[in-house]
């Protein structure tokens, strides 16, 4: 096994999908580890990371490590309250997350676990809990540099891209890729033709600005909830349609396309017809992207030269 790689162990947006017509690519909320050496990153804090906490536990190899969130919607923190190392004295956990100071990223994080929503508060935290509050601006893990970039999705929303060495990862499992498009499609009416031939170019600039963090990455692991018709009745919930999420991964020359915040309601029969028309997509933009819904404890190896989803063991 190679010491640098991407493992998925929460693939679920919005609530946890634990049903047998789910298991082929899994049931977990948001969580994504991402191992460099021995400089340990996990992005995201949804159910997937108790059954990742157990791991390390086991492993006792790393007790050091960084939790790097993207927003507090319940699906991407509501694993932390069960995540074994935070009770461990001699562990070290790092927490990122959007807040204007760490005094109130600790205040959000500790909110889910008080009385009477949760019996044990943060306080028997026994690991040393540090907080940071980078903001936009760049900062390192190990020898990773990440940059956070603002998307949409409701409330303060951060997508993160990571760069180790060569390699590029983009990591944004809520964004809702045509919120502009939409919103200014729903007001057509109100306009002139002159003003609508500037809010269309507005569109084409916005559109453009919200890709740009995707640029040439190896690794993109994106929003990707909905089919078309869902998104018609969800629009503007701040999640994209799967076919939005793979032609802008085509037009940004992503190598490598995950597919990620599966909709609990889909089930792998569901799941595995629309990895297959975004391959079909894939395959008549006449592009080589990879491209794969993300599932549950499989692999990316980051070492490789030609990144690819290993299987699970
Ligand atoms: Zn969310």
Same mark, same amino acid.
């Given at each position: 096994m190679t010491t640098h790689y991407t493992r998925f162990w929460g693939v679920r947006g919005s609530y946890p999908a634990p049903y047998l017509t789910h298991m082929a690519f899994g049931g977990n909320t948001p969580c994504v580890e991402m191992r460099l050496g021995d400089t340990l990153i996990i992005f995201d804090a949804g159910t997937g990371i108790i059954a990742l906490g157990n791991e390390l536990m086991k492993q006792q190899a790393i007790r050091n490590m960084h939790i790097v969130l993207t927003h507090?919607?319940?699906?991407?923190?509501?694993?932390?309250?069960?995540?074994?190392?935070?009770?461990?004295? =001699?562990?070290? %956990?790092?927490? #990122? =997350?959007?807040?204007?100071?760490?005094?109130?990223?600790?205040?959000? %994080? /500790?909110?889910?676990?008080?009385?009477?929503?949760?019996?044990?508060?943060?306080?028997?935290?026994?690991?040393?809990?540090? #907080?940071?509050?980078?903001?936009?601006?760049?900062?390192?893990?190990?020898?990773?540099?990440?940059? /956070?970039?603002?998307?949409?999705?409701? =409330?303060?929303?951060?997508?993160?891209?990571?760069?180790?060495?060569?390699?590029?990862?983009?990591?944004?499992?809520?964004?809702?890729?045509? +919120? %502009?498009?939409?919103?200014?499609?729903?007001?057509?009416?109100?306009?002139?033709?002159?003003?609508?031939?500037?809010?269309?170019?507005?569109?084409?600039?916005?559109?453009?600005?919200?890709?740009? +963090?995707?640029?040439?990455?190896?690794?993109? %692991?994106?929003?990707?909830?909905?089919?078309?018709?869902?998104?018609?009745?969800?629009?503007?919930?701040?999640? /994209?349609?799967y076919t939005d999420t793979v032609t802008s991964a085509v037009e940004v020359g992503v190598r490598n396309l995950f597919l990620f915040s599966h909709d609990p309601n889909y089930d792998d029969d569901t799941l595995s017809e629309l990895e297959q028309d975004a391959r079909r997509m894939v395959i008549e933009a006449e592009s080589q992207m990879h491209c794969a819904c993300a599932r549950e404890h499989t692999y990316i190896d980051l070492a490789s030269d030609n990144v690819e989803a290993m299987p699970t063991f």
């Open positions: 507090y919607h319940w699906d991407h923190i509501s694993g932390l309250p069960f995540f074994v190392p935070a009770f461990v004295p =001699g562990w070290t %956990i790092n927490i #990122y =997350g959007p807040a204007e100071n760490p005094e109130e990223l600790a205040y959000r %994080i /500790s909110m889910q676990m008080k009385a009477p929503y949760f019996p044990v508060a943060v306080e028997t935290w026994l690991a040393d809990i540090r #907080y940071h509050t980078p903001g936009a601006s760049p900062f390192t893990i190990g020898e990773a540099k990440l940059q /956070s970039f603002a998307v949409h999705h409701p =409330g303060t929303t951060y997508g993160y891209r990571l760069e180790h060495g060569a390699r590029t990862l983009v990591y944004a499992p809520d964004n809702e890729l045509s +919120f %502009i498009r939409q919103s200014i499609d729903d007001r057509k009416a109100e306009f002139d033709d002159e003003e609508k031939e500037l809010l269309e170019q507005m569109k084409e600039e916005e559109r453009r600005k919200s890709i740009a +963090f995707m640029r040439d990455v190896d690794v993109l %692991i994106h929003d990707a909830q909905y089919t078309q018709d869902d998104y018609q009745r969800k629009r503007g919930w701040g999640h /994209s349609c």
